[in-house]
Protein backbone atom coordinates (compact mmCIF):
# COMPACT_ATOMS: atom_id res chain seq x y z
CA UNK A 1 0.00 0.00 0.00
CA UNK A 2 1.04 3.30 -0.51
CA UNK A 3 1.47 6.07 2.16
CA UNK A 4 -2.03 7.84 1.34
CA UNK A 5 -3.99 4.74 0.21
CA UNK A 6 -7.02 4.37 2.48
CA UNK A 7 -10.39 2.39 3.26
CA UNK A 8 -13.58 3.56 4.43
CA UNK A 9 -16.29 2.08 6.28
CA UNK A 10 -19.59 3.55 7.91
CA UNK A 11 -20.16 1.89 11.52
CA UNK A 12 -23.19 1.77 13.41
CA UNK A 13 -22.53 2.93 17.17
CA UNK A 14 -24.48 2.12 20.00
CA UNK A 15 -26.86 4.99 19.74
CA UNK A 16 -28.04 3.31 16.56
CA UNK A 17 -26.56 6.61 14.64
CA UNK A 18 -23.57 6.07 12.22
CA UNK A 19 -20.15 6.80 12.67
CA UNK A 20 -17.11 7.74 9.89
CA UNK A 21 -14.39 5.99 10.17
CA UNK A 22 -11.47 6.59 7.18
CA UNK A 23 -8.39 4.22 7.74
CA UNK A 24 -5.05 5.04 6.45
CA UNK A 25 -1.45 3.04 6.64
CA UNK A 26 -1.13 4.76 9.72
CA UNK A 27 -4.09 6.39 10.62
CA UNK A 28 -7.44 6.08 11.77
CA UNK A 29 -9.32 9.53 10.65
CA UNK A 30 -13.00 9.64 13.11
CA UNK A 31 -15.45 12.16 14.71
CA UNK A 32 -13.75 14.11 17.86
CA UNK A 33 -14.66 12.91 21.02
CA UNK A 34 -14.93 14.24 24.77
CA UNK A 35 -11.84 11.53 25.52
CA UNK A 36 -9.68 13.18 23.35
CA UNK A 37 -9.49 16.27 24.95
CA UNK A 38 -5.76 15.72 26.73
CA UNK A 39 -4.38 14.93 23.38
CA UNK A 40 -6.15 17.94 21.87
CA UNK A 41 -4.82 20.47 24.67
CA UNK A 42 -1.21 19.26 23.59
CA UNK A 43 -1.54 21.01 19.96
CA UNK A 44 -4.28 23.71 20.17
CA UNK A 45 -2.52 25.22 23.16
CA UNK A 46 0.32 25.43 21.72
CA UNK A 47 1.57 29.19 20.27
CA UNK A 48 3.34 27.65 17.21
CA UNK A 49 0.54 25.61 16.66
CA UNK A 50 -2.13 28.26 16.42
CA UNK A 51 -0.06 31.15 14.90
CA UNK A 52 -1.98 31.17 11.92
CA UNK A 53 -5.42 29.48 13.16
CA UNK A 54 -8.18 31.40 14.24
CA UNK A 55 -8.23 29.65 17.59
CA UNK A 56 -6.41 31.43 20.41
CA UNK A 57 -4.05 29.09 22.95
CA UNK A 58 -6.68 27.36 24.06
CA UNK A 59 -6.57 26.45 27.93
CA UNK A 60 -8.32 22.96 29.09
CA UNK A 61 -11.65 24.60 29.91
CA UNK A 62 -11.63 26.29 26.16
CA UNK A 63 -10.97 22.90 24.52
CA UNK A 64 -13.62 21.25 26.33
CA UNK A 65 -15.88 23.65 25.45
CA UNK A 66 -14.86 23.50 21.72
CA UNK A 67 -14.98 19.59 21.56
CA UNK A 68 -18.63 20.06 23.36
CA UNK A 69 -19.70 22.69 20.46
CA UNK A 70 -18.15 20.55 18.13
CA UNK A 71 -20.21 17.10 19.07
CA UNK A 72 -23.11 19.04 19.18
CA UNK A 73 -22.89 21.08 15.64
CA UNK A 74 -20.58 18.87 13.51
CA UNK A 75 -21.93 16.48 10.38
CA UNK A 76 -20.82 13.52 9.22
CA UNK A 77 -22.19 14.41 6.07
CA UNK A 78 -21.59 17.46 4.19
CA UNK A 79 -24.85 18.30 2.34
CA UNK A 80 -26.03 21.59 2.95
CA UNK A 81 -24.13 25.03 2.76
CA UNK A 82 -22.93 25.14 6.42
CA UNK A 83 -22.19 21.72 7.03
CA UNK A 84 -18.91 21.22 8.44
CA UNK A 85 -16.68 17.96 9.30
CA UNK A 86 -13.97 17.72 11.87
CA UNK A 87 -12.12 14.39 12.12
CA UNK A 88 -8.76 13.63 14.49
CA UNK A 89 -6.23 11.78 13.36
CA UNK A 90 -5.42 8.76 15.84
CA UNK A 91 -2.76 6.72 15.17
CA UNK A 92 -3.05 3.36 14.64
CA UNK A 93 0.01 1.64 16.09
CA UNK A 94 2.90 1.47 17.65
CA UNK A 95 4.36 3.93 20.79
CA UNK A 96 1.73 6.29 20.18
CA UNK A 97 -1.05 3.87 19.75
CA UNK A 98 -4.38 5.55 20.05
CA UNK A 99 -2.82 9.09 20.31
CA UNK A 100 -4.85 11.98 18.54
CA UNK A 101 -2.29 14.09 16.66
CA UNK A 102 -4.00 15.79 14.19
CA UNK A 103 -7.35 16.90 12.65
CA UNK A 104 -8.73 17.84 9.51
CA UNK A 105 -11.71 20.50 8.80
CA UNK A 106 -13.89 20.67 5.94
CA UNK A 107 -17.10 22.89 5.07
CA UNK A 108 -19.31 23.42 2.74
CA UNK A 109 -18.76 26.74 1.31
CA UNK A 110 -21.21 26.83 -1.72
CA UNK A 111 -24.21 24.39 -2.14
CA UNK A 112 -24.85 26.14 -5.69
CA UNK A 113 -20.89 25.69 -6.80
CA UNK A 114 -20.52 22.62 -5.01
CA UNK A 115 -17.28 24.11 -3.57
CA UNK A 116 -15.88 22.98 -0.17
CA UNK A 117 -13.10 24.41 2.27
CA UNK A 118 -10.55 22.30 3.78
CA UNK A 119 -7.76 22.33 6.13
CA UNK A 120 -5.83 20.67 8.41
CA UNK A 121 -3.87 20.56 11.87
CA UNK A 122 -0.77 18.94 13.27
CA UNK A 123 0.61 18.04 16.73
CA UNK A 124 4.05 19.90 17.26
CA UNK A 125 5.50 16.43 17.97
CA UNK A 126 4.64 14.87 14.55
CA UNK A 127 5.49 17.51 12.12
CA UNK A 128 7.36 16.75 9.18
CA UNK A 129 6.51 12.73 8.76
CA UNK A 130 3.66 12.61 6.01
CA UNK A 131 0.88 12.80 9.04
CA UNK A 132 -0.80 15.81 7.20
CA UNK A 133 -0.11 14.91 3.64
CA UNK A 134 -1.42 10.98 4.51
CA UNK A 135 -5.04 12.13 6.09
CA UNK A 136 -5.78 15.13 4.23
CA UNK A 137 -4.85 13.03 0.88
CA UNK A 138 -7.51 10.45 2.33
CA UNK A 139 -10.37 13.01 3.40
CA UNK A 140 -10.02 14.25 0.19
CA UNK A 141 -10.21 11.31 -1.45
CA UNK A 142 -13.64 10.74 0.53
CA UNK A 143 -15.32 13.70 0.00
CA UNK A 144 -14.80 13.44 -3.42
CA UNK A 145 -16.29 10.02 -4.06
CA UNK A 146 -19.20 10.74 -1.27
CA UNK A 147 -20.29 14.05 -0.70
CA UNK A 148 -21.49 16.65 -3.16
CA UNK A 149 -18.07 18.80 -3.94
CA UNK A 150 -16.73 19.25 -7.28
CA UNK A 151 -14.12 21.63 -5.86
CA UNK A 152 -11.53 21.53 -2.68
CA UNK A 153 -10.10 24.99 -1.55
CA UNK A 154 -7.64 26.02 1.00
CA UNK A 155 -7.01 29.57 2.00
CA UNK A 156 -3.27 29.84 3.26
CA UNK A 157 -1.61 32.77 5.17
CA UNK A 158 1.61 33.76 3.46
CA UNK A 159 3.13 33.69 5.97
CA UNK A 160 3.02 29.85 6.39
CA UNK A 161 4.96 29.07 3.39
CA UNK A 162 4.66 25.02 4.99
CA UNK A 163 1.15 25.01 4.61
CA UNK A 164 1.14 26.01 1.02
CA UNK A 165 3.54 23.43 0.05
CA UNK A 166 1.49 20.52 1.63
CA UNK A 167 -1.37 21.94 -0.27
CA UNK A 168 0.95 21.95 -3.73
CA UNK A 169 1.83 18.38 -2.84
CA UNK A 170 -1.85 17.46 -2.35
CA UNK A 171 -2.11 18.27 -6.15
CA UNK A 172 -3.67 22.06 -5.09
CA UNK A 173 -2.77 24.89 -7.21
CA UNK A 174 -2.35 28.33 -6.20
CA UNK A 175 -4.77 30.55 -7.73
CA UNK A 176 -4.38 33.66 -6.28
CA UNK A 177 -2.71 35.81 -3.44
CA UNK A 178 -4.91 38.50 -1.57
CA UNK A 179 -2.95 41.26 -0.55
CA UNK A 180 -4.29 42.75 3.54
CA UNK A 181 -7.01 40.14 2.90
CA UNK A 182 -7.75 39.79 6.69
CA UNK A 183 -7.35 41.57 10.03
CA UNK A 184 -6.07 38.03 11.92
CA UNK A 185 -5.45 38.41 15.31
CA UNK A 186 -4.85 42.10 15.20
CA UNK A 187 -2.86 42.68 12.10
CA UNK A 188 -3.57 42.27 8.87
CA UNK A 189 -2.82 39.35 6.64
CA UNK A 190 -2.81 38.43 3.18
CA UNK A 191 -3.67 34.98 1.87
CA UNK A 192 -3.13 32.18 -0.76
CA UNK A 193 -6.05 30.81 -2.48
CA UNK A 194 -4.97 27.17 -3.49
CA UNK A 195 -7.43 25.09 -5.24
CA UNK A 196 -7.91 21.48 -6.90
CA UNK A 197 -11.33 19.97 -8.68
CA UNK A 198 -12.88 16.60 -8.54
CA UNK A 199 -12.17 16.25 -11.96
CA UNK A 200 -7.96 16.76 -11.40
CA UNK A 201 -7.46 14.67 -7.56
CA UNK A 202 -5.56 11.52 -8.10
CA UNK A 203 -6.05 8.77 -5.62
Request: glycine share 6%; hydrophobic share 40%; with cysteine.
Amino acid sequence: MTPHSTSTSTLPVESGEKTLIIETDRLILRPMRMDDVEDLLEYQSHPDIVRYIPWPERTREQVVEAAEKLLATGKLDIKEEGDFLVLVWEIKAGESKGKVIGQSNMGLESSRDSCADIGWVTHQDFQRQGYAFEATHALMDYAFKNFPIRRLIANIDTRNPESAAMAAKLGMRREGEFIDAEMFKGSLCSMWLYAILKSEFRN
